[in-house]
């Protein structure tokens, strides 16, 4: 008797199985994905940046073959996020150049997904850049442009562009998308606030500029922004929270604000503490639209499988980072990816 019973819970949990992946229809969804994939360099010294430790003969011993690994190990990651298709948006955050991402798309399974991408050279010192990897056959690149951030403050200081990207999703939605690496928080939270306070100031002033013109624009803002969702910029400058209540067109939500406020999440592990750097803001055009894709409040998730993780003194699982000072782990990032689900009515 033992054994009929457990015949019919196997063959009642393969067909639910089946009934989960019929139920997912790949012409209404659409997932978003962000991800700071850590150092991703070529093994070529550039003249013009400060990248050679990531050579063969430099302090990270930055081989052909430790490439290829990170390569494929970042390929892995991507391809594992939605196991029922390829994402078809996939912001990218520390990548060298385009012989990178020319790379990256040919790599394992992504090979498959036909995709393009978007990408401008930022002045950031070491080289470091944002991207944008998306799938030919669910969105069109109508136009992108990157904004250049001068600090009046301090010059002589360089980081990466935000990177605009209008385009329109399965030939109905036209969405706009704002790829951030904010400065860093070298010399501390605070000292280094002002930066990313006035990178919040110059990016809201874009945000409104579209909203202004059209007050149901689809917005997406992604990044690592190196501050948390309660952080000034973002939760004050950016207005961008979990307001769910009164809102107004110019209200922006973040899909993971109550992931690191409420649950404690985050997608960083520094010194023992998580930190959620990297944040997915939206307008309110986009949660629970009538018409188009849409998404709603608890949409933002973490991936963060055990495979790409490894258990701290602690008993954490931390992302399995490529390196630690020049220590060479073969990870995948010290960074989690983040994602969300879009759904077409």
């Keep these: 008797m033992k054994k009929?019973?457990?015949?019919?819970?196997?063959?009642?949990?393969?067909?639910?199985?089946?009934?989960?992946?019929?139920e997912y229809d790949t012409k209404t969804k659409l997932t978003v994905v962000s991800y700071n994939v850590e150092n991703l360099f070529d093994t070529f010294d550039d003249a013009v940046k400060k990248d050679e430790e990531f050579t063969p003969t430099g302090k990270k011993k930055?081989?052909?073959?430790?490439?290829?690994?990170?390569?494929?190990?970042?390929?892995?990651?991507?391809?594992?996020?939605?196991?029922?298709?390829?994402?078809?948006?996939?912001?990218?955050?520390?990548i060298e150049n385009d012989?990178?991402?020319?790379?990256?798309?040919?790599?394992?399974?992504?090979?498959?997904?036909?995709?393009?991408?978007?990408?401008?050279?930022?002045?950031?010192?070491?080289?470091?850049?944002?991207?944008?990897?998306?799938?030919?056959?669910?969105?069109?690149?109508?136009?992108?442009?990157?904004?250049?951030?001068?600090?009046?403050?301090?010059?002589?200081?360089?980081t990466r562009d935000i990177l605009y990207i209008k385009g329109i999703a399965s030939d109905t939605d036209t969405l706009h998308i704002f790829l951030n690496h904010w400065s860093s928080r070298l010399g501390g939270q605070i000292?280094?606030?002002?930066?990313?306070?006035?990178?919040?100031?110059?990016?809201?002033?874009?945000?409104?500029?579209?909203?202004?013109?059209?007050?149901?624009?689809?917005?997406?803002?992604?990044?690592?922004?190196?501050?948390?969702?309660?952080?000034?910029?973002?939760?004050?400058?950016?207005?961008?929270?979990?307001?769910?209540k009164n809102t107004t067109y110019k209200d922006l939500y973040n899909l993971l604000y109550d992931k690191e406020n409420i649950e404690g999440k985050g997608t960083l592990h520094y010194r023992k503490d998580w930190n959620m750097l990297d944040n997915l803001i939206v307008s309110q055009s986009l949660i629970n639209s009538k018409e188009g894709y849409s998404l709603n409040y608890n949409s933002g998730?973490?991936?963060?499988?055990k495979w790409i993780c490894y258990k701290d003194k602690s008993g954490n699982f931390v992302p399995n980072r490529s390196y630690g000072g020049s220590k060479y782990f073969g990870g995948y990032s010290d960074h989690f990816p983040v994602y969300f689900t879009l759904t077409k009515k």
């Excluded at 081989?63 to 196991?83: A, D, L």
């Excluded at 922004?225 to 910029?233: A, K, L, Q």
């Excluded at 998730?301 to 499988?305: A, D, L, T, Y």
């Design 4 to 22: 009929y019973f457990l015949l019919i819970t196997f063959l009642f949990t393969i067909s639910l199985s089946f009934a989960q992946d019929k």
């Design 62 to 94: 930055w081989t052909n073959e430790r490439f290829n690994e990170k390569i494929n190990n970042i390929s892995k990651v991507i391809c594992s996020i939605n196991e029922n298709e390829l994402p078809e948006i996939i912001g990218l955050y520390e």
């Design 99 to 158: 012989y990178v991402l020319k790379a990256l798309i040919k790599k394992g399974c992504l090979a498959k997904g036909d995709y393009k991408f978007v990408h401008e050279e930022s002045p950031d010192f070491r080289g470091i850049d944002v991207a944008l990897l998306y799938r030919a056959d669910e969105f069109k690149c109508l136009s992108h442009k990157k904004i250049p951030i001068i600090f009046p403050f301090s010059k002589i200081t360089k």
């Design 191 to 244: 000292k280094s606030e002002p930066k990313r306070v006035f990178i919040a100031k110059l990016l809201r002033l874009h945000v409104d500029s579209l909203l202004e013109i059209n007050h149901n624009a689809k917005i997406i803002i992604m990044g690592d922004f190196n501050d948390e969702p309660t952080n000034i910029s973002i939760n004050n400058v950016l207005n961008a929270n979990n307001k769910r």
């Design 301 to 305: 998730k973490i991936f963060n499988p």
